[in-house]
């Protein structure tokens, strides 16, 4: 089967976009409403299976009641599949989507940069190459889930959270609690990341224009100096960027298997005072264990919007 890309419409306007989200509507426009709801979908089926595994344990397990066992069984299976099949169309959907984005848009930055080439051309045309090749493959393949992937992610945070709070308060506050650092802590650090994504796309462009207008006779280490000095740069700048985004994975890392053990600890304690059961403590702990990967992409995402913008903004300068 071959899918035929999505073309954007002609505004007749060839200005950028003036932002990164109105970039992202131009090129998909109300396609990105299915892809949002396809997301809540994905986040709602995602989080059901909690309140199935509490039912195993204590309404078909703890009674030994085996015909309900089956059931609620086939249902998680179920389940699992509804989820497995819509994620896949999900992803398939937001690739289409991206992919649209990079041709339409490779093609049409090279029209641009055909039309507007003088002169000898070598330092525009290095830029270009950069431009057309490597940065709008990352800018392009933000539009597809640019707005599905927090909506999936978050939805699962909210829907879990909410689940748990109105089943078992207390078990369900510490989600929260472990929550709150990440959401004070990682804007700081995402701001200090994002300056270094500039500098070192800076960088490279800078790199890339000095390599386009070497020649075979330039040999001499004066000549090759800025350049080797752009690529050290570009070394320095992806350590500190690495410091930073080591840095912030392991705080929430930590924080997010600081959570089972608290429920652990606090939930053991209100099954032993008769407060709770079992099968909540084992649902919660699949719970939190299930909303610390919407947590991750969510930050992974934060940062790659983050990169996005600024790839959108320069290029768009380009274009100007």
């Known amino acids: 089967m071959k899918l035929a890309p999505r073309t954007p419409e002609r505004t007749g306007d060839d200005r950028p976009a003036s932002s990164l989200w109105g970039y992202i509507w131009r090129m998909s426009g109300w396609h990105q409403v299915v892809v949002c709801g396809l997301a809540v979908i994905v986040a709602a089926l995602g989080i059901a299976p909690i309140e199935l595994q509490r039912r195993i344990v204590d309404d078909a397990i703890t009674p030994q009641n085996l015909d309900l066992l089956m059931t609620l ?10 989820h497995g099949v819509i994620k896949f169309v999900l992803r398939m959907y937001e690739g289409w989507l991206s992919e649209s984005a990079i041709q339409y848009n490779r093609k049409h930055l090279s029209r641009l940069h055909a039309h507007n080439q003088t002169g000898d051309g070598n330092e525009s045309n290095g830029r270009a190459v950069s431009i057309i090749g490597s940065e709008i493959e990352k800018l392009g393949g933000f539009v597809g889930d ?3 992937q927090p909506v999936v992610n978050s939805g699962m ?6 689940y748990m709070i109105s089943v078992e308060p207390m078990i369900g506050l510490i989600g929260v609690a472990a929550l709150i650092p990440q959401v004070a802590l990682v804007p700081v650090i995402q701001k200090r990341i994002n300056a270094l994504i500039e500098a070192r796309v800076e960088k ?18 004066d000549l090759l100096r800025p350049i080797n000095d752009g690529i050290s740069g ?22 997010n298997a600081l959570a089972p053990v608290c429920v652990l600890f606090i939930g053991g304690y209100l099954v032993i005072e008769g ?16 909303m610390s990967s919407p947590m991750r992409e969510l930050l992974s995402y934060y940062r790659v919007a983050a ?14």
């Open 234 to 255: 570009l070394f320095d700048n992806r350590m500190r960027l690495f410091l930073f985004k080591f840095a912030m994975k392991s705080l929430v890392n930590f924080l």
């Open 73 to 82: 069984a086939a249902l998680y299976l179920g389940l699992i599949v509804a």
């Open 146 to 148: 640019g707005l599905s």
């Open 275 to 290: 407060q709770t059961s079992v099968g909540i403590i084992v649902a919660f702990i699949s719970g939190f264990d299930r």
């Open 204 to 221: 490279m462009r800078a790199v890339s224009d000095d390599l386009s207008e070497l020649s075979p006779e330039d040999q001499d280490d």
């Open 157 to 162: 945070l909210i829907f879990g959270l909410g």
């Open 307 to 320: 990169q996005a913008s600024v790839q959108h903004k320069m290029i768009a300068r380009w274009m100007q």
